[in-house]
Every structure is written in structure tokens, then in C-alpha cells.
């Protein structure tokens, strides 16, 4: 059963990629969906699911990245008790390192259960010793994500350069944060697919032969 971890840079058309993907070799994608599924199968509550990826991330200042500080990310309320007692409202606080830690059990969980392609959230670094993982990561030229964020999102050249720039600088501390490696580290991937020489069939085609190779040899390595 495959398990496909996908990097991306922001604006190079993975999203189009990880798609075909799932229709391709009928994979699962990991959502929000998927990680309710898990947290309710470790006990957790309906409060306690948030998914927290380096697309919700916010870079950090000086002082928060000197101090190491973990930011509360939400909070939610619920009401416990009843009878002659009463309720009482409960206020739940989650914060980034309860997100990280449902996210990277989630992730595990989802591994064990094969079939599934993990977008972003750290997957290559959560993964990075399981075998019969492939790490995938696409890229593109800054100019020309500069020009499918312009498409997407109908901004100006300025507004998208600015856009790219600052998901970049998330992703970067992101996963140098949570997971300690450099997400342009390229001995974390075993395929990088560029967008600008191939096209998304291409990519997929070439993803679909590497997650095969990876698949058989860790069947012979069993």
C-alpha cells in the first residue's frame, strides 16, 4: 500500500498534482477528515482536533523564536456537569505544540493504514526512516509561481511576489521549528518534480514508477 509524502513550494501546481494522484493510484488523501478520524481512535475530543499545517504556520518574531515561546492557535468552549450541580463552561486553550503532537500522531496513524498521500505538515520529517515511504517534493522557478499566484488569486506581480516570499519564510521556520530539518534540504526527498519542464500528468507518471521501485523494495527488504 503507498505512502507519498509531498512538499511543495507555494504557486508551483501541486495541489493539481496531488489530485491526480489520489485519482491515479486511489490514494487517501490526509485532511482534516482523516486526522478526526485518528484523533477520535486515540481518544480524543471533537474540541481537541485542529489541523496545523505550514499553511496556517504565522512567522515568528525575534523574541518568540529567542524564547521558544508555543502560541495559542485557538480556543474552545464547552460546557461540562449537570444535574443538581449545574454546568459549567470550560474554556480549552490549544496551542501550536498540542497541534504539532495530534498532527505527527495523526500522520503515524495514517501510515500504518497505508494508501495515503500526506501533503505538507511535516510529513517527510515525520516519515523520514519509516520504510516504504516515498518523499516527493515539487518545485518551480520564483517567476513563474509569481505568475500562477497572479492567475489564482488575481493580484498584482508586487502583491504575489510578496505572497510567495512570506509562505516560503513560514514553510522555512515551520519545519525548522517542529521538526528540526530544512525543508529545501534535498536529500530529504527521493524525487523532486519541477513544474516548469514537466507537466502535472508527467509529474504524477514519474511519482507513480518511484512509489512502485519504493514499494517493491521494501517488500524485499521485509
Known amino acids: 500500500m503507498a505512502v507519498i509524502t509531498m512538499s511543495r513550494q507555494f504557486g508551483s501546481g501541486a495541489a493539481e498534482i496531488a489530485n491526480k ?14 486526522i478526526a478520524q485518528v484523533a477520535h481512535e486515540i481518544g480524543l475530543s471533537d474540541q481537541e482536533i485542529v489541523d496545523y499545517s505550514e499553511d496556517h504556520y504565522k512567522q515568528r518574531g525575534f523574541f518568540d523564536l529567542l524564547f521558544r515561546r508555543s502560541r495559542t492557535i485557538t480556543e474552545v468552549s464547552s460546557w461540562t456537569g449537570g444535574g443538581l ?3 459549567e463552561r470550560q474554556t480549552l486553550t490549544l496551542d501550536e505544540e498540542h497541534a504539532i503532537r495530534l498532527v505527527r500522531s495523526a500522520i503515524l496513524a495514517a ?3 497505508g494508501n495515503v498521500l500526506i501533503v505538507g505538515r511535516g510529513g517527510q520529517a515525520i516519515l523520514e526512516n519509516k520504510p516504504g515511504v516515498l518523499h516527493v517534493r515539487v518545485v518551480a522557478p520564483f517567476e513563474q509561481r509569481v505568475r500562477r499566484i497572479m492567475q489564482e488569486q488575481g493580484v498584482t506581480p ?14 522555512r521556520q515551520y519545519l525548522r ?6 525543508v529545501d534540504d534535498p536529500t530529504l526527498y527521493d524525487l523532486i518534480v519541477n513544474t516548469a519542464r514537466l507537466s502535472a500528468d ?6 507513480k514508477v518511484a512509489a512502485q521501485a519504493v514499494a517493491q523494495a ?5
Open 158 to 171: 508586487t502583491q504575489a511576489r510578496r505572497l510567495l516570499q512570506e509562505h516560503d519564510e513560514a514553510t
Open 85 to 87: 450541580s449545574g454546568y
Open 177 to 182: 521549528q517542529f521538526h528540526h530539518v530544512d
Open 111 to 113: 501510515y500504518e493504514r
Open 202 to 207: 508527467q509529474c504524477v507518471e514519474l511519482i
Open 218 to 222: 521494501s517488500e524485499a527488504s521485509a
Open 21 to 34: 494522484l489520489c485519482q491515479v493510484l486511489g490514494l487517501v488523501a490526509f485532511d482534516k477528515r482523516l
